[in-house]
C-alpha cells in the first residue's frame, strides 16, 4: 500500500468504513451488502416485494460480485481493508481500467441520490442519502456546495468526473473529494 498517499488512503478507508463494512466487522462480504440493501430501503420506503427492493437487491448484489472478483484477491470471501486499498492503487495506477463494479456503483449511487428521478441531484437529495449513512447532515449541505462548485445541482456526466476524481486525486482541493458527504479528510 505504499503507493498510496496518506491522503487518498483516507479517503479510501472512509468510503470503506462507512458505506461498505456496514457492520463495522473490518472486512467487506456479502452480510455488508444485505445491510446496505435494507437500509437503502428502507430509506427509499420500498418494501420487499416492491419492484425497487427487487431492483436494489439485483444491482447491489452485481456490485458484490464485481467487487469480490477484482478485490478478494486470497478468495476468503470477504476484502480486507488491504485488499481494497490495493485495489484502488490499481485503478489510480490506470484509471482508463474502469472497474465494472465501480461504474455500477457510481449508477447506483447517483439514482439513490436522485429521488426525484429529474437526472440531477441536488443538496437535499444528497444530504438524505448520506446523512442516512450517519454522516451530519450540515456536513452533507456543505460539503455539496463544495462538490458542486456553488452550482444547485449536479447531472450524472457531472458526476461521473467528481467520482473520478475522488478514488484517484491526491488534490486535496479537488471537488469530487466531497461525493460522499464529508468535508475533510
Known amino acids: 500500500m505504499a503507493a498510496i498517499s496518506e491522503f487518498r488512503k483516507k479517503k479510501l478507508l472512509y468510503v470503506f468504513h462507512v458505506f461498505f463494512d456496514i457492520n463495522q466487522s473490518g472486512e467487506i462480504d456479502r452480510k455488508d451488502f444485505e445491510l ?110 463544495k462538490m458542486s462548485k456553488g452550482a444547485t445541482e449536479v447531472n450524472r456526466d457531472q458526476f461521473a468526473v467528481l467520482w473520478r476524481e475522488y478514488f484517484s486525486s491526491d488534490d486535496s482541493s479537488a471537488p469530487g473529494n466531497f461525493i460522499f458527504g464529508k468535508t475533510a479528510f
Open 36 to 145: 446496505a440493501i435494507n437500509k437503502i430501503c428502507e430509506l427509499r420506503g420500498w418494501p420487499e416485494g416492491h419492484a425497487k427492493n427487487k431492483e436494489t437487491h439485483d444491482a447491489m448484489f452485481k456490485i458484490w460480485d464485481g467487487l469480490r472478483t477484482k478485490a478478494d484477491k486470497d478468495n476468503d470471501g470477504q476484502v480486507s481493508v488491504d485488499e481494497w486499498c490495493n485495489m484502488w492503487d490499481a485503478y489510480a495506477k490506470n484509471p482508463n481500467a474502469v472497474l465494472d463494479w465501480q461504474v455500477r456503483y457510481m449508477n447506483f449511487m447517483f439514482d439513490l441520490e436522485d429521488a426525484s428521478n429529474d437526472g440531477t441531484i441536488d443538496s437535499e437529495e444528497f444530504s438524505t442519502v448520506y446523512s442516512s449513512y450517519g454522516v451530519d447532515k450540515n456536513e452533507c449541505l456543505e460539503a455539496f456546495k
